[in-house]
């Protein structure tokens, strides 16, 4: 029995102050739970009925009346409940009738939304296909102008990166882009090729300081050689002749006087040896204070180097957080460079 019956039923009852209210329970149950006013009139009733009755459990007839009048409570009781059982297994199924018409009817007309709107939803779906290419165009020419390795064959590639009218309203900011990236891989090309062509010259000075090394201590040890036997010599000269004197005067103060004079000679020739060895010494040291003044040099360029991309790096990631996208940044950083913005510079 539908809700809808059900209230139909309850309308034809008879009124609720009717002698036969326990009657209409009886015979439609339903209507004390569709209608609250007929529930109030048969508790009511009964609630009389108890009243009226009194309870004598000390007969058998008084204890089959209080049975009696329970058992009707019951079973008015069981009625009301399968009633609105069977009220609510109705409109389960008539809701479970219209949901399933429902679902028919949403898959039915999402195929029919699909179908008329599928050559719009086609061409959304090249557009973004096609906005997608561009944009990632965009990001390999930006990721190319990062580039730090094989510098040569990243300005092939960027200058080979064919940019034509298939990237419509992107080929102007493409081309920018392309640009950008060749300014800055050919400045970390010039950059590299001058930290190379440094390192060549500085190696270069350090072979020719080297060989101008070799040259000067072969040419001192020759003069150490000629000068210690050139000392040995007088010395030789001078032994040879006290030997003489010593022989032919036979006079041991003579001889003594020989011996010292020649040990004087030996200590002479010593001392101007040292001075040779401390000579050569001290010119070593200073050829290995040229070497390290170079080194340092070439250290503080490269110091230089690294500080002056520092610098640009952190003004265009400042100018990135300011609001400006990376393009406008790096052009900006360079017109700064370039000197074409007064009144502001980078300081390194």
């Not at 000269?237 to 001889?255: C, K, T």
């Amino acid at each position: 029995m539908s809700a809808r019956s059900a209230v139909a039923l309850i309308d034809r009852a008879p009124a609720l102050d009717a002698p036969d209210v326990s009657t209409i329970i009886e015979t439609n149950p339903l209507a004390c739970l569709v209608d609250s006013a007929t529930y109030a009139a048969w508790r009511k009733h009964i609630g009389a009925e108890l009243a009226a009755a009194v309870p004598d459990v000390t007969t058998d007839k008084g204890r089959k009346a209080i049975s009696a009048l329970a058992y009707r409570v019951t079973r008015s009781k069981t009625a009301i409940d399968l009633a609105g059982k069977k009220l609510n297994e109705d409109a389960r199924a008539s809701i479970n009738k219209v949901d399933a018409r429902r679902r028919e009817v949403w898959a039915e007309l999402e195929d029919l939304a699909a179908t008329v709107r599928k050559s719009l939803t086609d061409w959304e779906d090249a557009e973004q296909a096609r906005l997608d290419r561009m944009r990632d165009a965009l990001a390999t020419l930006t990721a190319l102008g990062d580039r730090t390795d094989d510098l040569p064959a990243m300005i092939a590639r960027l200058q080979s990166f064919v940019i034509d009218e298939t990237f419509a309203e992107f080929q102007t900011e493409a081309e920018r882009s392309r640009t950008v990236a060749l300014i800055r891989v050919r400045a970390a090309k010039a950059a590299a090729d001058q930290r190379e062509a440094d390192r060549l010259e500085l190696e270069r000075l350090r072979v020719i300081q080297a060989e101008r090394d070799a040259a000067d201590r072969a040419a001192e040890q020759e003069r150490q050689a000629a000068a210690i036997a050139a000392h040995q010599a007088a010395i030789d000269a001078e032994a040879d002749r006290l030997a003489g004197v010593a022989a032919a005067e036979r006079e041991a103060a003579a001889v003594e006087a020989a011996v010292a004079a020649a040990r004087a000679l030996a200590d002479a020739a010593v001392a101007e040896a040292q001075a040779v060895v401390d000579a050569a010494a001290a010119a070593e040291e200073a050829r290995l204070a040229d070497v390290a003044r170079l080194e340092s040099e070439q250290k503080e360029r490269d110091r230089d180097v690294a500080h002056r991309a520092a610098t640009k790096t952190a003004a265009k990631l400042a100018l990135i957080k300011a609001g400006a996208t990376e393009p406008v940044a790096i052009k900006i950083v360079l017109a700064i460079l370039a000197g074409k913005i007064p009144n502001v510079r980078l300081v390194f």
